[in-house]
């Protein structure tokens, strides 16, 4: 889902801040309610990003709903008990503001970037979504269609467009991993109201949150205002038991927790001079969340799967997968470095060799994609004209097979290693980017301090380590074969 205004904005926040090479200081800690903070401070530019990111992907669906995930990606943008319908960008877009929203197998990430004067809105605007968003019928009919229509032109109807779903289906047996963000149009349908507020009510709660800003801030003042917008979201279950004293009926209300709506202070909920309400609020903040994450580990891959799928084609192309090691370990790291060699541009060898020199591929590529559990790696080529398919796939093989059996030139891997140095201060450079790497850290790897510490880990690795993990991972006997040919 992408939402953008302000392209002088944009420009300014992708292009007018320098790379900082020196450490990328942090403040980070939790709140009562159980929800991380990380606060950096670059007064460079009078910029500043606002970023939650929710430990929450497709892999935490239930497998006859899947696309949920993705589905609140959306849904989230529909308003509030404080934002009307269609107002959140609104807001965004008179403050000459950019925001954006993403989700992946692992998480779902919202982010606004504003001028600095502009913190406590953003500050407001994420601590309403987090509380009390729009989870009714009306938002649920309107987004169907919109991610139905987005399924239609990003999958359906894009040639090739399936490949994705398809090699995380027929690699992954057991896993989650086996359906991708988008999901079943069908679970969606099949889904009620119920369905997406349960949802609403496991994942989006403080415990399961990360608030990450940077840029122009002052840490303390940003502090005193974080402490205002989210301090007051209490911990445990008492926050799904002031959803449900918005959106539930009084005879519904009472069934569920035994007491009337009249023992709260409909403007002051938390704050009730009630003893009942202040009873029941206190023994709902006793009450856990437990964010449900699969424990399932995918049974290794020992054999080939060989399949194909009949496209709205014109030139066949071939798919190779395999299985990969999870991120934030020396092998999946060797493996992107690896990858780089392969396929990081023109220069790289499957366009060189595949491309324009054998001429049998109009396009040639591999990618890694490290997940949060183990992911995958795949390699790919659309055939030339009358480029048999067979042909093709034993060009693929030979690259394999060459990084299996040969150390990467120093010439090569060199290259690779800057490229990735370059890279990481790319990422870097911006306070959106430094936000987003600080949660990332945060969330997936237990150490927000990696933001610092992720250079190191690829200063040690080594051509050997390289081939080491092409040996591993890329063997005959546990992969898929998928084909790509055109429709009769």
């Known amino acids: 889902m992408k939402r953008i205004f302000s392209a002088a904005l944009a420009a300014t926040c992708a292009f007018g801040l320098h790379a900082q090479k020196g450490n990328v200081d942090f403040v980070e800690y939790d709140l009562d309610n159980g929800m991380h903070v990380i606060l950096h401070e670059d007064n460079s530019t009078p910029i500043v ?37 269609g107002e959140f960008d609104q807001y965004i877009e008179r403050n000459g503001g950019t925001l954006n929203a993403n989700t992946s197998q692992d998480r779902t990430y919202y982010y606004e970037i504003f001028s600095s ?3 406590e809105l953003g500050l407001w605007l994420e601590s309403e979504r987090l509380l009390h968003a729009k989870v009714d019928n009306v938002g649920i009919e309107t987004q169907r269609e919109v991610v139905k229509e987005e399924k239609r032109q990003r999958v359906d109807n894009q040639p090739y467009g399936s490949f994705m779903a398809s090699a995380f289906d027929l690699l992954y047996d057991k896993h989650p991993y086996q359906w991708t963000p988008i999901g079943s149009m069908e679970h969606l349908d099949a889904a009620q109201e119920e369905d997406f507020i349960n949802f609403y009510k496991t994942f ?17 003042e940003a502090k005193i205002l974080i402490d205002k917008y989210f301090g007051s979201i209490p911990k445990g279950q008492a926050i799904n038991l002031y959803r449900d004293y918005l959106n539930l009926d009084n005879d519904a209300f009472t069934a569920k927790y035994g007491k009337g709506k009249a023992i709260f202070n409909e403007k002051d909920f938390f704050n009730t001079t009630s003893k009942d309400g202040m009873w029941l609020i206190n023994e709902y903040k006793k009450k856990e969340t437990v964010i449900p994450r699969p424990d399932i580990v995918e049974p290794k891959l020992e054999k080939e799967i060989v399949d194909t799928v009949y496209d709205n ?10 299985h990969s090691p999870r991120q934030n ?21 499957m366009n060189k060799n595949i491309v324009e020199e054998k001429e049998l591929a109009v396009s040639a590529f591999s990618f890694a994609f490290p997940l949060e559990d183990p992911g995958i790696a795949l ?39 800057n490229q990735f140095e370059n890279d990481f201060y790319s990422s870097n450079s911006s306070v959106a980017g430094k936000a987003e790497s600080l949660a990332n850290n945060y969330v997936y790897f237990d150490n927000t301090n990696l933001i610092n510490e992720q250079l190191s880990v690829y200063d040690n690795i080594t051509r050997e380590d390289l081939m080491a993990v092409a040996k591993k991972y890329f063997t005959e006997d546990a992969r898929l074969v998928l084909y790509y040919l055109p429709k009769k």
């Open 117 to 119: 004067n502009n913190l």
């Open 379 to 417: 390699f790919a080529g659309i055939a030339a004209k009358d480029v048999e398919i067979d042909s093709l796939k034993e060009a693929l093989e030979v690259e394999i097979n060459k990084v299996k059996n040969e150390l990467v030139s120093e010439v090569e891997f060199e290259k690779v290693k």
């Open 204 to 220: 989006y709660v403080p415990s399961n949150a990360t608030l990450s800003i940077a840029g122009d801030i002052d840490i303390e």
């Open 49 to 85: 990003a606002v970023s939650v990111l929710y430990h929450v992907g497709s892999k935490n669906e239930s497998p006859d709903r899947t696309g949920f995930a993705h589905f609140f990606e959306h849904l989230m943008f529909e308003g509030s008990e404080n934002i009307d319908r």
């Open 313 to 322: 084609i014109q030139l066949p192309a071939v798919f190779i997968g395999y």
């Open 329 to 349: 370990t020396k092998e999946a790291y060797a493996l992107e470095m690896l990858n780089a060699v392969i396929s990081g541009g023109t220069s790289a060898r």
